[in-house]
């Protein structure tokens, strides 16, 4: 069993940097693929970044260019770089953790979640 608990969420302006952070508890993080979603008021969770456990990263279309995941295993913590944020990027963003190596875009493969931490960007 994993638990993950998110930090570095706020307020922040449109073309601003946030880095979201996830610390994960256990001695097997580094086997752990992870993700990061975020669900929007009345829409559907999704996949915004991912990372396996060999450091290999999916970026999600909408965020290409602007965000970034990287994974210290050693700190046993998931990082998303968050720049030049626009206000469509406000949203409760997941981290979560799947029970194997290779990431997944498929939030039900995922079965491990944190508590979430908001974005808010303003206008």
């Known amino acids: 069993q994993v638990q993950l608990v998110e930090s570095g969420g706020g307020l922040v302006q449109a073309g601003g940097s946030l880095r979201l952070s996830c610390a994960a508890s256990?001695?097997?993080?580094?086997?752990?693929?992870m993700g990061w979603f975020r669900q929007a008021p009345g829409k559907e969770r999704e996949l915004v970044a991912a990372?396996?456990?060999?450091?290999?990263?999916y970026i999600a279309y909408s965020v290409k260019g602007r965000f970034t995941m990287s994974r210290d295993n050693a700190k046993n913590t998931v990082y998303l770089q968050m720049n030049s944020l626009k206000p469509e990027d406000t949203a409760v963003y997941y981290c979560?953790?799947?029970?194997?190596?290779?990431?997944?875009?498929?939030?039900?493969?995922?079965?491990?979640w944190g508590q979430g931490t908001q974005v808010t960007v303003s206008s």
């Open positions: 256990g001695r097997t993080f580094s086997r752990y693929a």
């Open positions: 990372i396996s456990s060999s450091g290999s990263t």
């Open positions: 979560a953790a799947r029970d194997g190596s290779i990431w997944s875009t498929g939030a039900h493969e995922y079965a491990h």
